[in-house]
């Protein structure tokens, strides 16, 4: 394996967890809806415990704009200066700084972990309510 290829597999796994990560957050915005809208037909009962999820959800779903938002930009520019030094020239080799990546790599990581904790809490309140309903 060389670093290329090691990047491929990188790129493929963080793109899919992002497409995962966006579908649970519409699934969870969607689940807490149905709680909202279900509490007086009786199942598990709505509480303002949710928002908590909720919140999260939310939060996901704006690092994953940013995410996107910030590594457009930021590429475009990089991309913009380094054409106009080099004079057009595509064929010179260059590095890109690091940190370039590192407000990305921040929104990814906040996204996915905001996503899991909201699922954590989401079936914590399921569980509990399915306990109680149980008694």
Known sequence: MNLQEARE???K???????????LNFAGIGI???FRVGEKSGGIP???FLLWPLGLLIVS????????AYGSAAWGIFHSLKEKELKHDGSKIFRAPRQINWPSNFFFWSKASSTVVAFALLIQYVAHNLALSAR
């Not at 796994?13 to 579908?23: A, D, G």
Request: net charge positive; aromatic share 14%; proline share 0%.
């Open 61 to 68: 779903a704006t690092c994953d704009i940013l995410h996107y």
């Open 46 to 48: 709505y509480s303002q």
């Open 9 to 11: 597999i990188y790129g």
């Open 32 to 34: 807490i809806w149905v």
């Open 13 to 23: 796994r963080t793109s899919k967890l992002s497409e995962v990560v966006r579908q």
